[in-house]
């Protein structure tokens, strides 16, 4: 199955990364947000990301941004790519939409971190062609996806994106369907782990990621990756994986949720665990 014409449904710091590296593959990117402006900022973002890699002898940005329209509503494609918030009701209307909009050979794929698979996939018509791809931020840059099959999604389906991963650049991983799936069942309780340990007082920020990095090995401590993440989608990960797996466990740590509450998302709002200039 060839993917000439890709849908990216959201343009937040996800979708862009999505619709330029499948773009930079030579494939024509219809880039749809509701969000006003949101476009627009998506089209800066993979601005700066595109020189940064032709000064490292990457593809002209001009030629690859050419590739990649924005569009005010779904339109038709061979596959689609939805990456909104993490939020099920507002996938869940993409994958409703979607279902009604692109043609029933088209593939239906969410780059969610957490959401089982099959939750989108009855929304469709077409539970054999909804498929899960979770790309890791930022998107250009790391090679991994999860590949994400539910107990209904064909072996055609699952090959076909397999196969497109690969021609992105990345390094597919098929993993079964399930809250949180391999990457945040692992990821987030470390995560919450750390924010845990400074709640406690038993170090500083700087300090418990120099743990990590310099004791672990890990490129980025687990404070400065949260805020990379955005603290409200790990909320929202930690949220699924509670529910989804019956352990409160996995819920998130009270100064976790009194960040979010107070709108210290991460890099994106400015601050989080760091203040971003």
Known sequence: MEFQHV???????????????????????SLHDSSPGATERAFETMRVSLEKLAAK????????????????ELVAADLMIEAVHEEISAKEAV????????G???I????????????????????????GMHFFNPVPVLALVEVIRSVETSDE????ILGLARELGKEPVEVRDGPGFVANRILMPYLNEAVYALQAGIAEPEAIDTVARLGFGHPMGPLALADMIG????????????????????????????????GRLGRKSGRGFYSYG
């Open 7 to 29: 849908l990216v449904v959201g343009a937040g710091q996800m979708g862009s990364g999505i619709a330029q590296v499948v773009a930079a593959s030579g494939r024509r990117v």
């Open 57 to 72: 002898g990457g593809a002209d940005p001009d030629e690859t941004l050419a590739r990649v329209s924005a569009v005010k």
């Open 95 to 102: 994958f409703r939409a979607a279902d009604r909009t692109l």
């Open 104 to 106: 029933e050979r088209a």
């Open 108 to 131: 239906l794929a969410s780059n969610t971190s957490s959401i089982p698979i099959a939750a989108l996939a009855e929304m469709t018509s077409r539970p054999d062609r909804v498929i």
């Open 157 to 160: 389906t699952a090959g076909a």
């Open 231 to 262: 603290l409200d989608t790990c909320v929202a990960i930690m949220h699924v994986l509670a529910r989804g797996l019956g352990d409160e466990k996995y819920a998130p740590c009270p100064l976790l949720q009194e960040h979010v509450a107070a």
